[in-house]
Nanobody, 130 residues
Framework: QVQLVESGGGLAQPGGSLRLSCAASGFTFSSYTIDWVRQAPGKGLEWVSAIYSDGSDTYYADSVKGRFTISRDNAKNTVYLQMNSLKPEDTALYYC???????????????????????WGQGTQVTVSS
């Protein structure tokens, strides 16, 4: 069965860094875009970043552009999110999510919605605080 397992969350100081991982199994990993989506306390879901199936294209929300870097290793079935220059407003539960369709390029990743995904991980908590 399809599984997405996030790890790497924790407590970081403002200006610090964390690296999240999303380990996938149960599907042809190299054929699917993987996204990172976060949910801050008391708020709705916020799309963060996405990486195309072969890693050739990456996409970022304006709020993280220049600070976060998404990457993937298709040999290890893993997607990473390197988060630098962390801010308190980055505090959230971070989820990775699998695109519903293989090798699909969405017209505007900033408008990603729940129906774009068919599987989610359980989330990893990131807390940015001094």
């Amino acid at each position: 069965q399809v599984q997405l397992v996030e790890s790497g969350g924790g407590l970081a100081q403002p200006g610090g860094s964390l690296r999240l991982s999303c380990a996938a199994s149960g599907f042809t990993f190299s054929s699917y875009t993987i996204d990172w989506v976060r949910q801050a306390p008391g708020k709705g879901l916020e799309w963060v970043s996405a990486i195309y199936s072969d890693g050739s294209d990456t996409y970022y929300a304006d709020s993280v552009k220049g600070r976060f870097t998404i990457s993937r290793d298709n040999a290890k079935n893993t997607v990473y999110l390197q988060m630098n220059s962390l801010k308190p407003e980055d505090t959230a539960l971070y989820y990775c999510a699998k695109d519903r369709y293989s090798n699909r390029r969405r017209s505007d990743y900033r408008l990603s919605a729940l129906y774009d995904y068919d599987y989610w991980g359980q989330g990893t908590q990131v807390t940015v605080s001094s």
